[in-house]
């Protein structure tokens, strides 16, 4: 009786040290949570190019954005015209780099699935090199050359979010170490 009792609120425990922040909705201090989508997002104004963004928001523990849907697509331009009017377009995570013609997110859904409002006369793989995708102020996608430079979004959505509470980050690779109280 006392082993089942032990085991039980170890994995009470467990689950809430790994998952506890989700319900502080807390991801990170530069991201800011939409209810609607139970995601966080953060805009970069500073141009990288398609790789870089990428690489960016994986280094921050998330996602480059790509919209789900209509309203996804709508509230974060709105968002993004709100805080930076001067930005026209922005990388998304989607692009046809592993077969040619065929766009997916960066997570590996094809257009079908999410929001894929193309430009009029787009996606035309220009020159034959046009394998990312940019997203304009107005909603409509073009694909583009990778190494162009643009603005991008990250995205970390509330369901992937795990907590390292020894180190007080969202990172579970991070391990405290007590002789020099960090991690």
């Given at each position: 009786?006392?082993?089942?009792?032990?085991?039980?609120?170890?994995?009470?425990?467990?689950?809430?040290?790994?998952?506890?922040?989700?319900?502080?909705?807390?991801?990170?201090?530069?991201?800011?949570?939409?209810?609607?989508?139970?995601?966080?997002?953060?805009?970069?104004?500073?141009?990288?190019?398609?790789?870089?963004?990428?690489?960016?928001?994986?280094?921050?523990?998330?996602?480059?954005?790509?919209?789900?849907?209509?309203?996804?697509?709508?509230?974060?331009?709105?968002?993004?015209?709100?805080?930076?009017?001067?930005?026209?377009?922005?990388?998304?995570?989607?692009?046809?780099?592993?077969?040619?013609?065929?766009?997916?997110?960066?997570?590996?859904?094809?257009?079908?699935?999410?929001?894929?409002?193309?430009?009029?006369?787009?996606?035309?793989?220009?020159?034959?090199?046009?394998?990312?995708?940019?997203?304009?102020?107005?909603?409509?996608?073009?694909?583009?050359?990778?190494?162009?430079?643009?603005?991008?979004?990250?995205?970390?959505?509330?369901?992937?979010l795990e907590w390292n509470y020894q180190c007080k980050i969202p990172n579970l690779d991070y391990v405290y170490n007590k002789l020099n109280n960090n991690c």
């Amino acid at each position: 009786m006392v082993s089942k009792t032990l085991l039980f609120f170890t994995f009470v425990n467990f689950v809430f040290y790994s998952y506890g922040e989700r319900s502080n909705k807390f991801f990170r201090n530069d991201y800011n949570y939409i209810e609607a989508f139970q995601s966080f997002y953060k805009l970069h104004p500073i141009p990288q190019n398609w790789t870089d963004a990428k690489r960016v928001c994986a280094l921050e523990g998330a996602t480059l954005w790509h919209p789900e849907n209509d309203n996804e697509a709508n509230e974060l331009i709105a968002s993004w015209q709100k805080a930076n009017p001067n930005i026209e377009w922005i990388f998304v995570g989607l692009s046809d780099l592993l077969v040619e013609g065929v766009f997916e997110t960066v997570s590996g859904k094809p257009t079908s699935q999410v929001y894929s409002k193309w430009d009029p006369s787009q996606p035309d793989n220009y020159r034959g090199i046009q394998d990312c995708v940019r997203l304009k102020n107005i909603g409509v996608l073009d694909d583009v050359e990778c190494h162009h430079k643009y603005p991008f979004t990250c995205k970390k959505t509330l369901s992937s979010l795990e907590w390292n509470y020894q180190c007080k980050i969202p990172n579970l690779d991070y391990v405290y170490n007590k002789l020099n109280n960090n991690c």
